[in-house]
């Protein structure tokens, strides 16, 4: 069975420093893998995604997310954090009809001014 | 213009209860999704569903019924509701691996 893991629960950066979140997938074939963010009370949006192709991919907001397969891994950054992108991010891992898309448990990020 | 939406935003409601919680996409998309997201943000699959199929997570007890009137439309009914029920319920509709998600619905059971 698939799965997402997202090694941490919380993280705090400052603005204007980079970021990495960190997301490790266990998947069967070849994944379709995203990442979500979540502002407080508010909907998921789409930050990026990787079906196939160049493994280095590019999003919204800045963001970007690498795909090692030898890893596992679809890890976010993010050269210079804004005290907008407090919120929490998902990572998550579908196929292509999306009866199995997973989430992981999510990172909260905060941003100290 | 909204893609997929969701009413109420807001439900509080006494256990034993039934209540529905309404879902419209306008993306022509084939396959729909409930989610609940827990107190601790954790985010599960409650069901699928295309105009053929619908797969239920084992998990979810058969209180929770996903109800299709038409493509567009996914609804979820809950009978007896239960204080564990409270959380909040993201829709979502699908394209090609790529789900879209609804505002979400906070329900507060009391």
């Known amino acids: 069975a698939q799965s997402v893991t997202q090694p941490d629960i919380h993280i705090t950066v400052s603005e204007g420093a980079s970021l990495e979140l960190r997301c490790n997938y266990s998947?069967?074939?070849?994944?379709?893998l995203f990442w979500y963010v979540q502002s407080p009370g508010q909907g998921l949006q789409l930050l990026l995604k990787?079906?196939?192709?160049?493994?280095l991919v590019q999003g919204i907001k800045g963001f970007e997310a690498e795909f090692k397969r030898s890893q596992s891994s679809f890890n976010l950054r993010k050269p210079s954090v804004h005290w907008s992108d407090a919120a929490e991010y998902f990572c998550?891992?579908?196929?292509?009809?999306?009866?199995?898309?997973?989430f992981g448990p999510g990172t909260r990020l905060s941003v100290l001014p | 213009d909204t893609a997929v939406s969701q009413t109420p935003k807001y439900l509080v409601t006494q256990m034993g209860n039934d209540k529905s919680i309404k879902c419209e996409q306008n993306?022509?998309?084939?396959?729909m999704y409930w989610y609940k997201q827990d107190s601790k943000k954790f985010l599960k699959i409650m069901f699928s569903?295309?105009?053929?199929?619908?797969?239920i997570n084992e998990t979810v007890p058969n209180r929770f019924s996903p109800k299709s009137p038409d493509k567009a439309h996914l609804n979820l009914h809950i009978n007896s509701l239960e204080l564990g029920d409270s959380a909040v319920y993201f829709c979502?509709?699908?394209?090609?691996?790529?789900?879209?998600f609804g505002p979400g619905t906070r329900l507060t059971v009391t």
């Open positions: 979502a509709s699908s394209h090609q691996g790529e789900q879209y």
């Open positions: 998947y069967g074939a070849t994944p379709y």
């Open positions: 990787y079906f196939s192709g160049d493994t």
């Open positions: 998550a891992v579908g196929a292509l009809y999306g009866q199995n898309f997973v």
């Open positions: 993306l022509g998309h084939d396959t």
């Open positions: 569903y295309n105009n053929k199929e619908l797969i």
